[in-house]
């Protein structure tokens, strides 16, 4: 469903998905691109703050027209991004 990340498969457990080891009858949600301004203004507000508050998360994307869970993502990976760095 929508709210899990995932949407359901038409074909049935023969899948390609299934047969190369994925979750049974799921796949994964698209990959998001980002645009340059999105990205540009993601790693102005990392810069500054390495974690982002509920109330920070939801204006920030609400003026870069992302997904809540877009933004947590996104920072999540930029961390671990930056720990990989170190």
Do not use: V
């Amino acid at each position: 469903d929508e709210s899990s990340g995932y949407e359901s498969e038409s074909a049935g457990p023969e899948s390609s998905a299934a047969a190369a080891g994925g979750t049974r009858g799921r796949q994964r949600r698209a990959r998001t691109a980002f645009t340059s301004e999105q990205i540009c203004r993601l790693e102005k507000t990392f810069h500054r703050q390495k974690y982002l508050g509920a109330t920070e998360r939801r204006k920030l994307a609400a003026a870069l027209q992302l997904s809540e869970i877009q933004i947590k993502t996104w920072f999540q990976n930029r961390r671990m991004k930056l720990k990989r760095q170190i």
